[in-house]
């Protein structure tokens, strides 16, 4: 594969209107429910990224019909809950961890064997904590000797557990809603934090009763999916790189339109407003069973904080770009219980602090936590930094080179397909950032 490099510039203002791709973890699910569910399914807003590309072809090869118009306009023909074919070769889901667990419980209940393959990256990030779970629930999936991909699954009939989340997680979660889907008996889950909603919001939208008793969910096995139109917002988490491009520019401002706006995702919001970030919500309103807004950001001086451990689990993804608003901000910023980010595409911890100290920023990294000391004014030297193929690390460092003294070289830059493939045209043809491309 041809590494792609990126070479950013300061810029010294920002300005424009940007309308960010779909939601990712939203169009996964639109896809996989759409597959299962009896008639027709339009999306709209889908994001056309690498990940969810993947997940579209996954269930093609399970025999679903899907119609791909492009423009983020998309046509499922589902199958109904027992509709689906066992493929004739193994699943390659990319890069995507959400594809892979999802699909993990998804496919523990067919009557039919399958596996699940991945990119380098993917094929060594653990997954036992998706497969344990389901082994509860009478799967039989085997992996890889040290707990990763290859996912060797081998159908079996699954029964309902009552079963506790060790760690917030969507994506435990939501392979066990969606494995609950096939067993015999209820399913319950029992969240200990908050964690992304989606799974339950839109598994009601498409007819099927999920029901809530505190922190604790319930599924019925045997419930059908009924199609329905699923409209999908514009992703914070690909938001958050211009929220914060405008919060550090020296002066400024962007309005970002339609950006989900639901509570279990829009904590990075609440983190760089306690930062001092000027960020303000208008137009709120609700599409697709989401909530939307747009959000109008100035440039703003920032300051350290102490992250609410709370928020931690529902703003575990925007971590990279929230770690480069500390490096522009006065003072020390703190955050604990961040152990997720070492099992992310990369070990978003370790590379983030070393990206951060080749540009002179003083930080330091525990096990699981992080203190930046930021400063106002030019906050990194140029240089370069390895994303280690991480989409988010990429793009990251990219908004860095705003309050740089030089240039910032981004290398492996590739996998910025896989969320936000259009993040480099809009950040130099909407809002003025300056991001060369050269290819190894």
């Known amino acids: 594969m041809t590494n792609i490099i990126w070479r950013s510039h300061p810029a010294p203002s920002l300005s424009g209107t940007v309308r960010v791709p779909g939601d990712k973890s939203i169009s996964h699910r639109a896809i996989m429910l759409g597959a299962l569910a009896d008639g027709t399914t339009h999306i709209s807003g889908f994001l056309e990224g690498e990940d969810c590309l993947a997940t579209m072809r996954a269930f093609q090869a399970?025999?679903?019909?899907?119609?791909?118009?492009?423009?983020?306009?998309?046509?499922?023909?589902?199958?109904?809950?027992?509709g689906l074919r066992a493929p004739a070769a193994p699943l390659d889901v990319g890069n995507s961890g959400t594809s892979m667990r999802l699909l993990a419980g998804l496919l523990a209940g067919q009557p039919f064997d399958s596996e699940l393959v991945g990119d380098a990256s993917l094929m060594q990030r653990p997954m036992r904590r998706v497969t344990e779970p389901l082994a509860l629930m009478g799967a039989a999936i085997v992996t890889g000797a040290r707990g990763t991909a290859?996912?060797?699954?081998?159908?079996?009939?699954?029964?309902?557990?009552?079963?506790?989340?060790?760690?917030?997680?969507?994506?435990?979660?939501?392979a066990l809603l969606l494995a609950g889907l096939y067993a015999e008996g209820t399913t319950?889950?029992?969240?200990?934090g908050i964690s992304r909603d989606h799974s339950e919001r839109m598994l009601r939208g498409f007819g099927v009763e999920v029901r809530r008793d505190g922190a604790t969910l319930a599924i019925a096995g045997g419930q059908h999916l009924t199609?329905?139109?699923?409209?999908?917002?514009?992703?914070?988490?690909?938001?958050?790189?211009?929220?914060?491009?405008?919060?550090?520019?020296?002066?400024?401002?962007?309005?970002?339109?339609?950006?989900?706006?639901?509570?279990?995702?829009?904590?990075?919001?609440?983190?760089?407003?306690?930062?001092?970030?000027?960020?303000?919500?208008?137009?709120?309103?609700?599409?697709?069973?989401?909530?939307?807004?747009?959000?109008?950001?100035?440039?703003?001086?920032?300051?350290?904080?102490?992250?609410?451990?709370?928020?931690?689990?529902?703003?575990?993804?925007?971590?990279?770009?929230?770690?480069?608003?500390?490096?522009?901000?006065?003072?020390?910023?703190?955050?604990?219980?961040?152990?997720?980010?070492?099992?992310?595409?990369?070990?978003?911890?370790a590379v983030m602090d070393a990206g951060l100290r080749a540009l002179g920023v003083a930080c330091e990294a525990g096990e699981d936590t992080m203190c930046i000391r930021g400063k106002a004014g030019t906050a990194f030297?140029?240089?370069?930094?390895?994303?280690?193929?991480?989409?988010?690390?990429?793009?990251?460092?990219?908004?860095?080179?705003?309050?740089?003294?030089?240039?910032?070289?981004?290398?492996?830059?590739?996998?910025?397909?896989?969320?936000?493939?259009?993040?480099?045209?809009?950040?130099?043809?909407?809002?003025?950032?300056?991001?060369?491309?050269?290819h190894a």
Do not use: W
């Open 62 to 82: 399970m025999g679903v019909a899907i119609e791909h118009h492009g423009e983020g306009r998309v046509t499922v023909h589902g199958t109904g809950l027992h």
């Open 150 to 174: 290859p996912l060797a699954i081998h159908g079996k009939p699954l029964h309902g557990i009552d079963y506790t989340l060790p760690v917030a997680s969507a994506q435990l979660k939501s």
């Open 188 to 192: 319950r889950i029992t969240e200990t």
């Open 227 to 349: 199609a329905c139109d699923v409209v999908v917002p514009g992703d914070v988490s690909s938001a958050a790189f211009f929220l914060v491009a405008a919060l550090i520019a020296r002066e400024g401002a962007l309005l970002l339109e339609n950006v989900g706006m639901n509570p279990t995702r829009a904590a990075v919001v609440e983190i760089l407003r306690a930062m001092g970030g000027d960020i303000t919500v208008e137009n709120a309103r609700e599409a697709g069973g989401e909530p939307v807004a747009d959000l109008r950001v100035r440039a703003s001086r920032l300051h350290g904080i102490t992250i609410d451990e709370a928020l931690v689990p529902i703003a575990i993804d925007e971590f990279p770009i929230i770690f480069i608003a500390a490096a522009c901000a006065e003072g020390e910023t703190r955050a604990t219980a961040l152990r997720e980010l070492r099992v992310k595409e990369s070990d978003r911890l």
């Open 381 to 438: 030297t140029g240089g370069r930094v390895d994303s280690h193929g991480d989409h988010r690390i990429a793009m990251s460092f990219a908004v860095a080179a705003l309050r740089a003294a030089a240039a910032v070289e981004i290398l492996d830059c590739t996998n910025v397909a896989t969320s936000f493939p259009t993040f480099r045209a809009l950040a130099q043809g909407i809002i003025g950032m300056q991001i060369e491309e050269s």
